[in-house]
């Protein structure tokens, strides 16, 4: 019996041990040439008390990017009534992106970027998990026939980070999921979907079983409410490379970062921080090392996080720095 349980935990040792070395020794390829991107969220904007359209052009014509994420909430495209959607804003970002030939990839569905994550309108909120589902569809059938043709598109995200539990969302549903990004497959072949999983908290399969692209999240720094204190990411570069090679391997897919941490995260919502709090998680200092992170991760294509707070830093606070730092990934040879 002694022999069995010693031979048991000799074999656990030795598979935790050779996990340990695969995700935490080693180094991935230096890429020389990543395509940077922004996040872009008009609710975000607007929360900063900044002029979205301003904060918007300025990252075409100031920051110089040409690779945006824009986040489609559905409390605002149908947020005042079933069936009634609003498109204005959402058609004039797209008509922007166009006259500069940049690139969109468009955040939609129920789960899509920025607190509280599912947002979902006053009007659909009491109605029964199969109807809000009915609902959903219908708006990814709007969404994606309204703008499928438009030269900016380059994908859909579809939800975001579907299959990690943060947010407020009333439910989950991975067959669900799996109708959605059916749908928008069958209404636009022509661009791939993007499925996202968190970087830190998940080996990215699901997402790979789903989308045509896996799309992670890297962060470094965050306000750990589960611990009450603010915590450094333990894992180095080449552990984003290992599961990026796993997932290669086993599912064909390509990784891009969709959500590189550049904007501070705190035990309350940005606009309810002070800067000195803010500057606990992102400050110039920290956001070049992210960057240098970023860099040694070994994928080939990255969308920043926090545009908007950089903007707000610059305009309000006449903190420029970090601003002036994320042009220097935007040179003119890329546009």
């Known amino acids: 019996m002694r022999k069995k349980l010693f031979f048991i935990f000799g074999f656990f040792f030795f598979i935790f041990l050779g996990s340990v070395l695969y995700f935490f020794v080693g180094s991935a390829p230096a890429q020389k040439d990543i395509a940077w991107g922004v996040n872009f969220s008009q609710m975000h904007a607007e929360h900063l008390t900044l002029d979205w359209r301003a904060v918007y052009a300025a990252l075409f014509d100031d920051l110089g990017a040409r690779r945006i994420k824009i986040a489609v909430q559905w409390d605002f495209i149908e947020g005042d009534a079933q069936d009634e959607y609003f ?7 797209v008509r922007e992106a166009e006259q500069r030939n940049a690139k969109l990839l468009l955040a939609i569905g129920m789960k899509t970027p920025r607190w509280p994550e599912c947002h979902i309108p006053q009007w659909a909120k009491n109605l029964s998990k199969e109807d809000q589902q009915k609902q959903i569809l219908e708006l990814l059938q709007a969404i994606v026939g309204r703008y499928r043709n438009s030269p900016a598109i ?5 939800e975001n980070e579907p299959f990690f539990a943060f947010g407020e969302c009333p439910w989950a549903d991975s067959a669900f999921y799996r109708k959605e990004i059916a749908l928008v497959k069958s209404l636009d072949p022509d661009h791939p979907v993007v499925a996202t999983t968190s970087g830190e908290g998940s080996f990215w399969t699901r997402a790979a079983r789903t989308g045509d692209i896996v799309g992670t999240t890297l962060y470094r720094k965050v306000w750990f409410r589960q ?17 990026v090679q796993l997932i290669n391997t086993f599912f ?19 606009y ?41 830093l610059k305009e309000t606070q006449n903190n420029p720095a970090i601003w002036d730092e994320a042009e220097k990934l935007f040179p003119s040879t890329q546009y």
């Open 87 to 93: 498109f204005n804003d959402i058609d004039w970002q």
């Open 154 to 158: 380059w994908g859909w995200q579809v």
């Open 227 to 243: 611990l009450n204190l603010y915590v450094n990411y333990p894992f180095p570069p080449v552990f984003y490379w290992r599961k």
């Open 252 to 270: 064909g897919k390509e990784v891009i970062g969709v959500e590189l941490q550049a904007e501070p995260w705190g035990p309350k919502l940005l």
């Open 272 to 312: 309810d921080l002070s800067l000195k709090e803010q500057m606990k998680t992102m400050n110039l200092s920290q956001f070049q090392k992210n960057i240098e992170f970023a860099k040694r991760t070994g994928l080939k294509e990255f969308y920043l996080w926090g545009a908007e707070w950089w903007y707000w």
